[in-house]
Nanobody
Framework: QLQASGGGLVQAGGSLRLSCAAS????????MGWYRQAQGKERELVAA???????YYVESVKGRFTTSRDNAKNTLYLQMNGLKPEDTAVYYC??????????????WGQGTQVTVSS
């Protein structure tokens, strides 16, 4: 089970930190990712982190978002700085099918809404 939290309403330029608590899975063995889906748009992979903490970021968030993980606490994080209105979306955490960020994800959290006002 994956439980995301930390979303909210923030002004442009502000920051939020999302958390994703994992239970019932071998958290430390898989890549973990953050997806987002804006209204009317397809879901996109925003960031991912392997078990060894190698990271991936979509171009639009590079330099603003940072993902990290605490394997001892089975928790995934997404620090979002310099937020823009176009970052508004529902954010989901997800577990990969392997330890590679580009081979798919097979378990999803419930999503947390992030709204950035201009």
């Amino acid at each position: 089970q994956l439980q995301a939290s930390g979303g909210g309403l923030v002004q442009a330029g502000g920051s939020l930190r999302l958390s994703c608590a994992a239970s019932g899975l071998t958290f430390g063995s898989y890549v973990m990712g953050w997806y987002r889906q804006a209204q009317g748009k397809e879901r996109e992979l925003v960031a991912a982190i392997s078990s060894g903490s190698s990271t991936y970021y979509v171009e639009s968030v590079k330099g603003r978002f940072t993902t990290s993980r605490d394997n001892a606490k089975n928790t995934l994080y997404l620090q979002m700085n310099g937020l823009k209105p176009e970052d508004t979306a529902v954010y989901y955490c997800a577990k990969g099918v392997s330890d590679s960020y580009d081979l798919g994800y097979n378990q999803w959290g419930q999503g947390t809404q992030v709204t950035v006002s201009s």
